[in-house]
């Protein structure tokens, strides 16, 4: 107790130190006349101020959530007016299931020849939008916004989802001068907590006993000040994974007033017990009578156990569409996903779980997170929003997803490939499965071609697709007709003309995509004085460096291992000899992350090159950014520099 | 007559095979979709009641016509919908799926809009196989006459039509008024009887997009629908022509609107009393307008036609394109300037108002200036425009103008091919690594003027990105300094960019290569197109200079200098000429107007040719070599 009276006499120390004042309607001149936000002079707009309390009441007789919202935001330029606009979700359907929003006051604060001037928001310019059935939002924009004003509001959003615990969101896409949020969770509830992003905070926990309930309240806050603003950067897959935040999630309710226990997620067992047993989740691999007809029939056909692996993803993905939706548990129940031909993830790959099953092999439920929810690192059921299936078998285990129309065995599509998924199963333990797919994403040129003495170029090209890329390929291109992928192929390699061209394997999913064609190409080298001068790698050149900033803060997401091969034999005309060749290259980077080889030899009035490109790891971390860099910097170099050859019939 | 509608009906779906294997080979080809047929019947009862019935079934083949697999229809206060069924058949023509009225989702239709009353009934089907058919029917019953469903029978590209039925029915009372174009090429059955007329369009086969083609809807046959007595949002209307309807817009719409406070027009006034032409009065207004107000979007019941208090906008700051045209109009009528309320369709693609067409049309509004040397035109959400610039939204089209004494149409702004400039002045600094030192200035204008004009309030970082692939032609740059400048008095966008670039001249050997032309280098090239079948369009016209100092590494001499290049066609002009200051100093110039034209499908050979020409001399290399010392 002596500790928490130290906290709150601290605190009190701390705000008395402050010259500004934070109470609703004292902006001062001093913010007002502020040009720029002194720690980020391009900063468009600012949080002054951005204060939430939570805590749980009795509203009418019912427990509701309460959140109080203050807010006090600068506008500096004309690009930051967007954040005058105030969009509040509320959910729900009917009085007493409905969140609602009340106690309304904003106001806009502008100087005017030196004098505060107020403009305060009315009731009527308070819209509320019945966006759909169970979402009403609730939309407001400021008066009076000019560069300069000061914008203040504050609202009280009464919930009955009490155990609903938004995030707190530390940082923000503009900084934060003063952030001030405190949750008092009521103590039935015990809550899991999970910090995630970069930019760190402190956590103040403390108790205090709530005057409606006589029972001890979980005090968080997290006070935090000049919180700088997210800002993003390319090839990070979600920016919003990196933001400081703290999450909640109820992990048991213990409130024996109401006669009420139940634990949620206090371990990663627990979990994966309370999976088991859901209605929506456990119990609907066990209902299997509308698949029997079917399983009659797979069940006489295949013998082996990767037979029956590939019979059933494919059957599965048959049968059940993927409607676009994720979720952790089934959205219809696996019997009315097969009759209605559609469902989410869950009800897809439980599908698939009890077909295996009933096949006789092992198979398990894989709970994960996709890559734009972000990484589960402790136990959380939040944090889970995807199923994908484990088949374990005499070669190891065997990943499968057949809510993606063209994965393999151990291929998933980049979406479920994230970190590890939790194996939900009857064991004592938990096992996990590791998502980040050591299956290489590969492409492979085969590129062999003549150049004639007026620098015309044909040739035979043949490329390769496989894994990752190949699934990508099918997605993209498989809608096209023959006519469009010829001529989106030409426009991307530099206007080529293709002919004969051959596309195989596209709609056997098990094999490699093959594109097959001969091209030509008019004036495909430079001729400068009487020397000519061209790529040898032509249109598989890679000639932009995507790594373009200094430095950077977040990894680099490739996704899956991956390799780009580029085999070339080229016959130069007859009367010109080589005058020079670019040099030969190997190069490896630091922890085996990859390696770049390029290779050039001639043979007669051949030349032959061999170029590799490999990336071992899917995600690479930041501090290798430099490196990365440099890698490609070199692959470009290489890739675009000449070979140089002169005409005999001109040598002096 | 209402038994003799709905006896078709039913015929209609009797008669239907939905096995797709029934459909004739012609249409299936290069079809993401077919409408296997569309029955669309108006019943005008009355000058506030109007009836639509639909019955659509479409077959669809794959993802890429996705977006028609969804039943959408659009509904507000004003409207009762009814008798909404629909089914999925698949490719055998077996029913697989019926789908009720309680199936579709309600939601609102805002969009980017703060808030509007519109909403939309939703349901999206997801299929586990192609093709598959979907067939659907609903009846609307809405009060407003103002807008009359028009017949598109092909709604977009690789969509063939198998058939299309549309009838419109009036009473005796009522005139309609029709605009049917794009007929010439296709069979269209036109029946007219008295109080109703009807179109029907079968087994049309399905075009395939080209690109640098006319906007679809410019060549498919399609025919609009007015009456001359109307109801909008429940204020009744009758118009026989502009003029006519004009008035009425501008008495029940516009009018009430222009109340704005007596302390602003003198503030007004007295900002503008040191001068007495109206052009710099009006410039005066537009920049009080732009340093004033911010572009937020509310649309309620007649709020959707009819723009927001002056009042109102003075005292919130804020407003849509009605309520920002009209809030200016009104604080130029304080200050003595003539102006008038604009009704256009704002998009890149050039859209008139029909002028042959009278009805409610547009999409967005501005404000016309008329002035001695002929009009002005305003765009009053923007806050970064210069004065009357109007730029490629709302550029070169017939606009309707309305004043107190009726609507006239009228064409809005064209800009010269030479107006739409983009000049790069500056130099690059070679050194004996191949790295170079650039220093640049560049400056947009007319319909170029919007290029960058978002990086203006921009990050650093975000600003470093964004020029980093703006000269994606250039690797391992490093930006040193960059300053952006709106000089909207002038018309002008300013940015000037000081960078570093490792590796630009590559060095092989003895020799250092590298091409000259380092900031405007053309990749594009329009792709192949065997058997083109649509004319090329080319909408706006731009005129670019480039005229760069070029300094060389002092250990290297120059080896070759590729030679100047002209070439000049119907869609323009490009030279490229690089001059020997000294022997470490050269200077070259790009300059290429491309024009603005139309030209018959015959040509386009030729325009890949021109764009392929100016691509390989876009890359013309200089080489140097190792001086002997």
Request: aromatic letters at 12%.
């Amino acid at each position: 107790m002596k500790k928490i009276l130290l906290v709150i006499l601290a605190m009190a120390f701390i705000k008395i130190g402050y010259s500004q004042d934070y109470k609703f309607g004292k902006v001062s001149k001093k913010e007002l006349e502020e040009q720029f936000y002194p720690l980020d002079s391009l900063a468009n707009a600012a949080y002054l101020y951005k204060k939430r309390r939570r805590y749980v009441r009795l509203e009418a007789r019912q427990l509701k959530l309460i959140t109080n919202v203050h807010v006090r935001l600068k506008v500096y330029k004309k690009e930051g007016f967007n954040w005058s606009t105030i969009n509040i979700n509320l959910l729900g359907q009917g009085a007493h299931t409905s969140e609602n929003a009340y106690k309304f006051k904003a106001a806009t604060y502008n100087l005017v020849n030196g004098v505060v001037e107020k403009t305060k928001l009315d009731k009527k310019d308070i819209f509320l939008e019945q966006k759909s059935d169970f979402l009403k939002v609730k939309k407001f924009t400021m008066p009076n916004v000019k560069e300069g004003s000061v914008l203040e509001w504050t609202y009280e959003i009464q919930s009955p989802y009490i155990s609903n615990m938004d995030d707190i969101l530390v940082q923000h896409k503009i900084p934060v001068k003063k952030l001030e949020e405190k949750v008092e969770l009521l103590g039935w509830f015990n809550f899991n907590k999970r910090q995630k992003g970069y930019y760190p905070f402190k956590i103040h926990q403390s108790t205090k006993t709530n005057p409606s309930f006589q029972i001890a309240n979980q005090v968080i806050e997290v006070l935090e000040e000049n919180i700088p603003a997210l800002k993003s950067e390319p090839y990070v897959n979600n920016m919003s994974n990196y933001a400081a935040a703290l999450q909640f999630e109820v992990a048991s309710i213990q409130a024996p007033d109401i006669n009420m226990f139940q634990n949620f997620a206090t371990s990663w067992e627990e979990i994966a017990k309370n999976a088991l047993k859901s209605p929506s989740f456990g119990e609907q691999l066990n209902n299997t009578e509308h698949l029997e007809d079917d399983l009659k029939k797979l069940k006489l056909e295949l013998t082996t156990t990767s037979a029956k692996i590939i019979a059933a993803l494919e059957y599965v993905k048959s049968k059940i569409k993927w409607n676009g939706n994720f979720g952790q548990y089934c959205e219809k129940g696996i019997k009315k996903a097969f009759t209605e031909g559609a469902g989410n993830v869950a009800d897809i790959n439980l599908t698939l779980v009890a077909v295996l099953r009933e096949l006789g092999l092992t198979a398990y439920p894989v709970l994960t997170s996709t890559r734009s929810n972000g990484i589960p690192l402790v136990p959380t059921v939040k944090g889970f929003n995807y199923v994908v299936v484990v088949v374990n078998t005499i070669e190891g285990k065997v990943l499968l997803d057949a809510s993606e129309k063209y994965s393999l065995p151990n291929v998933l599509p980049l979406r479920a490939l994230n970190w590890k998924g939790t194996i939900v199963s009857n064991n004592t333990n938990v096992d996990f499965v590791d998502l980040t797919s050591p299956i290489i994403s590969n492409v492979e040129y085969n590129i062999n071609y003549k150049i004639d003495e007026k620098g015309f170029i044909e040739g035979m090209n043949r490329k390769k697709y496989e894994n990752l890329k190949a699934i990508n390929y099918r997605n993209e291109k498989s809608n096209l007709d023959e006519n469009e992928l010829i001529s989106t192929i030409e426009q991307d390699y530099n206007d080529i003309k293709i002919l004969d061209f051959r596309l195989l394997n596209l709609d056997k999913i098990s094999l490699p995509i093959i594109e097959m064609y001969k091209f030509e190409k008019e004036e495909g080298v430079e001729f400068i004085g009487d020397k000519m001068y061209f790529t040898p790698m032509l249109f598989a050149a890679i000639n932009e460096n995507p790594f373009k900033l200094e430095e950077r803060e977040y990894p680099i997401d490739f996704g899956t291992p991956w390799q780009k091969k580029i085999t070339s034999i080229i016959e130069i005309p007859k009367d010109y000899k080589i005058e020079s060749l670019p040099e030969d290259i190997a190069v490896g980077m630091r922890e085996e992350l990859g390696e770049f080889i390029y290779s050039i030899k001639t043979d007669g009035n051949k030349i032959i090159l061999q170029a590799l490109i490999k990336i071992n790891k899917g995600l690479v971390t930041a501090n290798f950014y430099q490196e990365i860099k440099s890698f490609y910097k070199m692959i470009v170099d290489k890739s675009t520099e000449k070979i140089i050859l002169t005409n005999k019939q001109h040598i002096r | 007559m209402v038994a003799l509608l709905l006896y078709s009906t039913v015929a209609y779906t009797q008669d239907y095979n939905f096995d797709t294997s029934k459909i004739p080979e012609k249409l299936v080809k290069n079809a993401n979709s077919i409408i296997r047929f569309e029955n669309v019947a108006i019943d005008i009862k009355s000058q506030k009641e109007m009836i639509i019935k639909i019955e659509k079934a479409i077959t669809i083949y794959n993802k890429l016509a996705s977006n028609y697999e969804d039943i959408i229809i659009f509904h507000d206060k004003g409207t009762v919908i009814k008798s909404v069924k629909a089914y999925v058949y698949n490719s055998e023509g077996k029913e697989i799926k019926k789908i009720k009225k309680s199936d579709l989702n309600d939601y609102s239709a805002s969009g980017t809009n703060l808030y509007t009353d519109n909403r939309v009934l939703y349901y999206n089907y997801v299929p586990t196989t192609y093709p598959f058919t979907i067939h659907y029917s609903y009846e609307i019953k809405t009060s407003n006459t103002a807008f009359i469903n028009p017949w598109l029978p092909i709604e977009s590209y690789r969509q063939s039509v198998q058939k299309s039925v549309y009838s419109l029915k009036y009473p005796s009372n009522i005139n309609i008024r029709k605009s049917e174009r794009n007929f010439t090429n296709y069979n269209i059955e036109v029946a007219k009887e008295t109080n109703k007329i009807s179109y029907k369009l079968e087994n049309i086969a399905a075009v395939e997009l080209e690109p640098y083609a006319p906007p679809f809807k410019n060549f498919m046959p399609n025919v609009k629908f007015g009456v001359n007595k109307f109801n909008l949002e429940g204020i009744n209307g009758e118009a026989n022509n502009w003029e006519e309807f004009g008035k009425w817009y501008y008495e029940n719409l516009l009018q009430s609107t222009f109340d704005l406070p007596e302390v602003t027009k003198q503030e007004v006034k007295n900002l503008t009393e040191n001068t007495n032409s109206p052009i710099e009065k009006a410039k005066i207004i537009y920049n009080y307008v732009q340093d004033k107000v911010r572009y937020i979007s509310v649309q309620v019941g007649i709020g959707g036609f009819k723009p927001m208090l002056a009042s109102e906008v003075d005292d919130l700051s804020y407003g849509d394109c009605k309520a920002l045209s009209n809030y200016t109009k009104t604080l130029l009528d304080a200050v003595g300037v003539e102006s008038n309320y604009t009704v256009i369709y704002g998009g890149p693609e050039k859209r008139n108002i029909d002028n042959e067409f009278l009805s409610v049309q547009g999409n967005h509004v501005i404000l016309n200036i008329p002035t001695k040397k002929g009009d002005l035109w305003l765009e009053c959400t923007s806050q970064k425009t210069p004065f009357a610039d109007i730029g490629g939204f709302t550029d070169d089209r017939d606009a309707l103008v309305i004043t107190p004494e009726g609507g006239k149409i009228k064409h809005t702004r064209i800009y010269k091919d030479s107006e739409n400039y983009k000049k790069i002045s500056g130099k690059y600094v070679l050194n004996n690594e191949g790295s170079i030192k650039a220093d640049i200035n560049m400056i947009s204008s007319g319909t170029q003027f919007v290029n960058h004009l978002s990086y203006e309030g921009k990050t650093e970082k975000e600003l470093d990105k964004l020029y980093k692939e703006f000269w994606s032609n250039i690797n391992n740059v490093t930006i040193e300094n960059i300053a952006i400048r709106n000089n909207k008095k002038i018309g002008e966008f300013e940015e000037s960019v000081k960078f570093g670039a490792e590796n630009y001249g590559v060095i092989t050997g003895e020799r250092m290569i590298f091409p000259i032309n380092a900031f405007n280098v053309t990749n594009n090239i329009p792709k192949r197109i065997n058997n083109r079948k649509m004319p090329i369009e080319v909408a706006r016209g731009f005129l670019n200079i480039d005229e760069v100092e070029v300094e060389l590494p002092i250990n290297y001499e120059i080896e070759t200098i590729s030679n100047d290049y002209e070439i000049e066609c119907e869609f323009g002009i490009y030279k490229l000429s690089i001059e020997k200051l000294s022997e470490s100093k050269l200077k070259y110039k790009r300059e290429f107007l491309f024009k603005n034209g139309l030209y018959p499908k015959e040509y386009y050979d030729e325009y890949r040719e021109f764009w392929r020409k100016i691509a390989k001399n876009d890359k013309s290399k200089i080489v140097l070599i190792k001086k002997n010392i």
